[in-house]
Each structure stands twice: as structure tokens, then as C-alpha cells.
């Protein structure tokens, strides 16, 4: 079993590599062909790579080293330069899709408990796609960068209390009432903005004294996964913590020496998995008598979230391509509306039989969110709208 699970950890490395590489080649993001690749290695057509807990486990680290890698390469003063713009793409990419996913649950005959779930559902943004294309695109530390990851915590917590506040509405849920979940995100914040300005620092240099092999990227790995299962343990999606965590380490003389030692593990081995994991979750059984539902409720997600999200950008200063290059960067559902599914799915507000369809929306946002951010921005080497 384990030399099996090997085998084809050896087999999607090599495939992501060999896809990202011909993505390239035909004008695309990198990362549009790693994640073709890991849906025609999954379950929904060739059947070669399982969905399994040790791919599940590595998929999660490598979501968390991405998002950890783009904090300590994140201009924390630029952010802070646009958190108003960020807080504006988040409330406009709640609001749309929610409306506008509940009318299309409606209209396909959801009751209204069902149609409030679904709509809280494709609410959520998930940009850790969108920071790999930006990295590719060279504007991760552009003022629209600085946007969309600020967006991607608010967003976060929008989402998060929208959930609580349907549950708690429909008698579903684990009881935890709003007060509770709001005071648990701000507890996140409160511990996570005193430990990176006071005990990150001090952490770091007291522990690169070690006399062991690599103390500094050791260290700087704790600090990102005891962020993520902070973030976690809080209700909040472990890679806003694992996101947090770089950011604080980006504020040290350490920061170089981390990315330079983390980027090769993550990007030879985690962030690999993590892309094909996505298309692994995918299977078409189900589908062929919910595929009008599935196509308007496609067009209905990406719009929304294009719309809602552009306009809280536009509305906030930027000029009109930048609004549509931050309003592609949100539609990505990816593992964030994967894991609202499963809670859904284990709570009866999201029917079995619409699982497979909202698995393949979320499929369908991740897969077109890189080439139509890569048209938004334009060429690679064209200059990024500073603050």
C-alpha cells in the first residue's frame, strides 16, 4: 500500500511538471495545465491516481506552504495601503453570489433551506490558484495583488459568519451561537497580530541559534502550521493563518533565508499534490440529468463573483481593467468551497444528489479563473498600477 501510494506520488509530480510545462507553451498559466492534469489522472477519467488520505494530507501542506511562500513575499505596506479596497471586493464578492446563486437554486425547484446553503456555499473565494498565477504574472506585490489577498481574509471571515448565521437559522450546526463565532475570529486576529509583530521576531532569532541542520526554515514551518491550526481551531480557513504567518516572517531579516530553503520543498513535492488533489475530488456520475443546472449555475458563479468583486474594486479607486483583473483573481471556489460542501453534505443542507454539481462548479471556476486572469492582466512584462 505504501509503495503503491509512492508510485503514484512519483506519477503526479512528473505530470505536473510535464502539464504546467506545455500549459506554457500554448500561451496559458503554468498552472492551468497542473490542473487539467490532476483531473485526467483522477476518478473522472483515467482512474490512474486514488483520492486518498495520505494525497488528501500532502494536498493540505501544500496549500499551506503556497499561501505561507505568497505572505513572505507580500509588501505588507502596500496592503495596508488598500485594505479598504479589499474590504470592498469582499462585501461585493459575498453579496452577488449569494443572491444570484439563490435565484438559480430557486428557479431549479431548491426548497428555500437548501437554496440558503448553496448560496452561502458559492460565496466563498479561494485565491491560493490566483496567487500562483499572479506569482507567474510578476504581480503578486502589485497594488491589485495587495487587493485581492486582503480580499481573501475578509472574505474568509464574511463567509465563515454568513455559515453560522444559516445554520443557526435552519436549527443546523454545532450549536455555537454568532456572538461566539465573532468572537473567535477576533481572538484569530487579536493573537495573530500581537505574535507577528512581537513573538515571531524574537522567536526566530533566539531559535537560529540552534546548532542543528537548517534552524531557520524549521522554525519558520512551525510558525506556519501553528498558524494554520490556530486559524483552523478558530473557524477560519487554515490558510489565512498559514498566509499570516509569512506575512509576520516577511517583516524579519529572515524572510530570503526561509523562501529560499521552503520554495524548493514545496514546489517539488506539496504544491504538486496540491493541484492534483483538486481534480481528484471530480466525477462525472450524476451529472448527465443535472447538466443544464450545473452550466447556469457555472455562468452564474463566475459572473457574480467577476461583477461583485470588480465593482467593490472600482468603487474603491482602481481604473476599470485593474477592477476586472481583481474581480477574475476572486472567482476561484477551490478547497474553500470544497470543505463548506463536505460540512453541508454532512449536515443535510446540501441534498446528495446536487453534491456532484456543485463539485463541478467549483472545478469550473478554478479551471478558468488562470487564463482569464492571465487576459485581465495582459503580458507578463507590462507594468503593474502601483498605489
Same mark, same amino acid.
Given at each position: 500500500?505504501?509503495?503503491?501510494?509512492?508510485?503514484?506520488?512519483?506519477?503526479?509530480?512528473?505530470?505536473?511538471?510535464?502539464?504546467?510545462?506545455?500549459?506554457?507553451?500554448?500561451?496559458?498559466?503554468?498552472?492551468?495545465?497542473?490542473?487539467? !492534469?490532476?483531473?485526467?489522472?483522477?476518478?473522472?477519467?483515467?482512474? !490512474?491516481?486514488?483520492?486518498?488520505?495520505?494525497?488528501?494530507?500532502?494536498a493540505e501542506i501544500g496549500v499551506l506552504l503556497l499561501m505561507f511562500i505568497a505572505g513572505l513575499e507580500t509588501d505588507l505596506k502596500t496592503m495596508k495601503e488598500n485594505w479598504l479596497a479589499a474590504v470592498a471586493v469582499a462585501?461585493?464578492?459575498?453579496?452577488?453570489?449569494?443572491?444570484?446563486?439563490?435565484?438559480?437554486?430557486?428557479?431549479?425547484?431548491?426548497?428555500?433551506?437548501?437554496?440558503?446553503?448553496?448560496?452561502?456555499?458559492?460565496?466563498?473565494?479561494?485565491?491560493?490558484?490566483?496567487?500562483?498565477?499572479?506569482?507567474?504574472?510578476?504581480?503578486?506585490?502589485?497594488?491589485?495583488?495587495?487587493?485581492?489577498?486582503?480580499?481573501?481574509?475578509?472574505?474568509?471571515?464574511?463567509?465563515?459568519?454568513?455559515?453560522?448565521?444559516?445554520?443557526?437559522?435552519?436549527?443546523?450546526?454545532?450549536?455555537?451561537?454568532?456572538?461566539?463565532?465573532?468572537?473567535?475570529?477576533?481572538?484569530?486576529?487579536?493573537?495573530?497580530?500581537?505574535?507577528?509583530?512581537?513573538?515571531?521576531?524574537?522567536?526566530?532569532?533566539?531559535?537560529?541559534?540552534?546548532?542543528?541542520?537548517?534552524?531557520?526554515?524549521?522554525?519558520?514551518?512551525?510558525?506556519?502550521?501553528?498558524?494554520?491550526?490556530?486559524?483552523?481551531?478558530?473557524?477560519?480557513?487554515?490558510?489565512?493563518?498559514?498566509?499570516?504567518?509569512?506575512?509576520?516572517?516577511?517583516?524579519?531579516?529572515?524572510?530570503?533565508?526561509?523562501?529560499?530553503?521552503?520554495?524548493?520543498?514545496?514546489?517539488?513535492?506539496?504544491?504538486?499534490?496540491?493541484?492534483? @488533489?483538486?481534480?481528484?475530488?471530480?466525477?462525472?456520475?450524476?451529472?448527465? @440529468?443535472?447538466?443544464?443546472?450545473?452550466?447556469?449555475?457555472?455562468?452564474?458563479?463566475?459572473?457574480?463573483?467577476?461583477?461583485?468583486?470588480?465593482?467593490?474594486?472600482?468603487?474603491?479607486?482602481? @481604473?476599470?481593467?485593474?477592477?476586472?483583473? !481583481?474581480?477574475?483573481?476572486?472567482?476561484?471556489?477551490?478547497?474553500?468551497?470544497?470543505?463548506?460542501?463536505?460540512?453541508?453534505?454532512?449536515?443535510?443542507?446540501?441534498?446528495?444528489?446536487?453534491?456532484?454539481?456543485?463539485?463541478?462548479?467549483?472545478?469550473?471556476?478554478?479551471?478558468?479563473?488562470?487564463?482569464?486572469?492571465?487576459?485581465?492582466?495582459?503580458?507578463?512584462?507590462?507594468?503593474?498600477?502601483?498605489?
Open positions: 500500500m505504501v509503495y503503491h501510494v509512492i508510485w503514484q506520488l512519483a506519477l503526479i509530480i512528473i505530470a505536473v511538471k510535464i502539464a504546467g510545462d506545455l500549459s506554457v507553451r500554448i500561451g496559458q498559466p503554468a498552472v492551468l495545465g497542473k490542473l487539467v !492534469i490532476g483531473v485526467l489522472l483522477g476518478p473522472a477519467v483515467l482512474g !490512474i491516481v486514488e483520492h486518498n488520505v495520505i494525497v488528501e494530507f500532502m462585501v461585493g464578492g459575498v453579496i452577488m453570489p449569494f443572491f444570484g446563486t439563490y435565484g438559480v437554486a430557486l428557479a431549479f425547484g431548491f426548497d428555500q433551506t437548501h437554496a440558503l446553503f448553496f448560496s452561502t456555499l458559492f460565496c466563498a473565494t479561494s485565491v491560493s490558484i490566483s496567487v500562483q498565477v499572479l506569482k507567474e504574472l510578476n504581480r503578486l506585490n502589485s497594488r491589485e495583488g495587495a487587493a485581492i489577498l486582503g480580499a481573501a481574509v475578509a472574505d474568509d471571515v464574511l463567509v465563515v459568519l454568513l455559515l453560522a448565521a444559516i445554520m443557526s437559522v435552519v436549527g443546523v450546526g454545532t450549536g455555537v451561537s454568532i456572538g461566539v463565532t465573532i468572537g473567535l475570529k477576533a481572538l484569530f486576529f487579536a493573537v495573530v497580530i500581537a505574535a507577528g509583530w512581537w513573538l515571531v521576531p524574537r522567536l526566530l532569532a533566539w531559535l537560529a541559534r540552534l546548532k542543528v541542520t537548517e534552524p531557520v526554515a524549521s522554525i519558520a514551518l512551525v510558525i506556519a502550521l501553528a498558524f494554520a491550526w490556530f486559524a483552523d481551531e478558530t473557524g477560519m480557513a487554515g490558510i489565512i493563518g498559514s498566509f499570516a504567518a509569512g506575512l509576520a516572517i516577511s517583516r524579519t531579516d529572515y524572510r530570503h533565508a526561509v523562501a529560499e530553503k521552503l520554495e524548493p520543498v514545496a514546489y517539488s513535492i506539496f504544491v504538486p499534490v496540491f493541484f492534483v @488533489n483538486i481534480g481528484l475530488n471530480v466525477t462525472f456520475e450524476g451529472l448527465g @440529468n443535472q447538466i443544464w443546472f450545473a452550466v447556469v449555475l457555472s455562468l452564474m458563479a463566475v459572473a457574480t463573483k467577476l461583477i461583485g468583486c470588480g465593482l467593490g474594486a472600482r468603487l474603491t479607486g482602481f @481604473n476599470t481593467r485593474s477592477s476586472v483583473a !481583481i474581480g477574475t483573481a476572486m472567482i476561484s471556489r477551490g478547497e474553500v468551497a470544497l470543505i463548506i460542501a463536505a460540512i453541508g453534505l454532512s449536515s443535510g443542507l446540501l441534498n446528495p444528489e446536487y453534491y456532484t454539481s456543485a463539485i463541478i462548479v467549483v472545478l469550473v471556476t478554478t479551471l478558468v479563473t488562470p487564463p482569464l486572469l492571465k487576459l485581465a492582466f495582459g503580458r507578463r512584462d507590462a507594468a503593474p498600477e502601483r498605489a
